[in-house]
């Protein structure tokens, strides 16, 4: 198996996510530089700190140059980053040294490539958005067409009292809406420009400095900071921690249908699940188990990223080339979540025989709250409870079913287990409401 199974030919499809991916490729690295450069040459050419006719060479030259990336491999070894060795390349392509001499004026290397992440990790959020948008309406839709079909809630793997099929789905659903909701902020922070020259000071452009800052922001249409932050690496911590909450999330929905597809409970079915090389019979949950995986990978590596966030000093490699090892990997499994959970929820089909048998398993026991609190009105609760309790234990033995012994011993009493499903149905609509909006 690959070191990294999600740039396998045969594992790409399991775990890796294309659309992600080609953000976080070699071509896509250089691209994202090299349009810095040009927008960094066309603002201070704009403000006279070096040549309009040399930035408007760059800047043209910055978008048609083809720089292979394996040629950069030995210089970037050597130096620890590919930008004095891009830079090299990009001036030899040019073949005008009269105008290449004003390439990378007063940057340094981590600017170009933080501002190259930003501009790609945008486009990452952007895709993100549009994934969860489109989760959230195929869990509300799902969410909705099942708000009253009864199942058993189940707490510490035991029969509970009776929930509805819906309101489990929206269980999954609102915190995906929150997560969008909190992507927004996030995704704004890290779409910031870096320019800060070698110590974060600007030194080399002079009191022109914070001005080319603000100009390339407006350029590149990023944020501008209104200093360095080189080793402030608060923004890419906050996304790693989202994007480990996010995957947390989607990893609970698939717990929950690993153990709704298991044999003997079999409450869900998912459309075109894995099979096996010898047993015909099984019908594997494979994608909600990848997203479990995923899901555990994540929150390591967001810790990872954590990590990264103890900088030295104003600049710090050991940190940096923490994040350059974690990043794209955590960015690549966490869009394979949100594709692979989207893809699930329209292979979910609940059987509502299946869920009704997991209500009468235990002899009714499951009625046992509803139960406890109708006889309440009627003497004071803790007797209730206990009253309630020795039949739970006669049902267990065997015979009838708690319900039954209940009207044995109560038959004036009304147990009202037609509302049973308490504000379930309303909070699976309520979801379904909030995703269509």
């Not at 915190?175 to 910031?192: E, G, I, K, S």
């Not at 298991?262 to 010898?278: F, L, V």
């Not at 026991?365 to 803790?382: D, G, T, V």
Request: charged content about 20%.
């Amino acid at each position: 198996m690959p070191a990294a199974p999600a740039d396998s030919a045969l594992y790409r499809s399991l775990f890796g996510d294309d659309e992600t991916a080609a953000l976080f490729t070699d071509s896509a690295e250089i691209r994202a530089m090299l349009l810095v450069e040009g927008a960094l040459a066309q603002v201070q050419g704009q403000a006279g700190l070096i040549p309009e006719t040399a930035a408007a060479h760059i800047d043209r030259a910055s978008r048609e140059v083809q720089i292979d990336p394996a040629a950069l491999a030995p210089e970037t070894a050597r130096n620890g980053v590919p930008v004095p060795a891009l830079l090299a390349a990009f001036r030899k392509a040019m073949q005008a040294p009269d105008h290449a001499q004003y390439l990378h004026w007063g940057a340094t290397s981590q600017d170009i490539m933080d501002t190259g992440l930003a501009l790609r990790l945008r486009r990452v959020t952007q895709i993100w958005d549009d994934r969860l948008q489109a989760l959230a309406r195929a869990l509300g839709t799902l969410a909705r067409q099942h708000a009253e079909l009864p199942m058993a809630a189940r707490s510490y793997g035991q029969a509970a009292t009776p929930t509805s099929f819906g309101a489990v789905v929206a269980g999954w659903g609102q915190p995906v809406l929150r997560h969008r909701a909190r992507l927004a902020p996030v995704a704004a922070d890290l779409a910031t420009v870096s320019l800060g020259g070698a110590a974060g000071t600007l030194s080399a452009m002079g009191p022109e400095g914070p001005a080319i800052r603000a100009a390339l922001a407006q350029a590149l249409d990023l944020g501008d900071p209104g200093g360095s932050w080189h080793a402030e690496r608060d923004r890419i911590g906050a996304f790693a921690s989202w994007m480990a909450g996010l995957a947390a999330t989607l990893g609970k929905m698939a717990e929950d249908l690993i153990l709704m597809a298991q044999s003997g409970i079999n409450e869900i079915r998912i459309e075109g699940a894995g099979g096996s090389s010898t047993m015909p019979q099984k019908q594997n949950p494979v994608g909600p188990s990848v997203l479990v995986a995923l899901a555990r990978q994540a929150g390591a590596l967001a810790q990872l990223m954590q990590g990264a966030g103890l900088q030295r000093q104003q600049r710090d490699g050991a940190a940096w080339f923490t994040e350059w090892l974690t990043l794209p990997q955590l960015c690549i499994s966490t869009g394979r979540a949100l594709d692979l959970a989207l893809d699930l929820a329209g292979r979910i089909a609940p059987d509502a025989r299946a869920m009704a048998r997991g209500l009468q398993d235990g002899g009714g026991l499951i009625h046992a709250e509803a139960l406890s609190f109708a006889l309440a009105r009627h003497m004071p609760r803790p007797e209730a409870q206990a009253r309630i309790k020795a039949l739970c234990a006669e049902a267990q033995q065997g015979g009838a079913t708690l319900p039954d012994l209940v009207a044995r011993d109560f038959p004036d009493l009304d147990p009202g287990l037609a509302a049973g499903l308490g504000t379930a149905p309303a909070e699976a609509r309520a979801f379904a409401d909030a995703a269509d909006a």
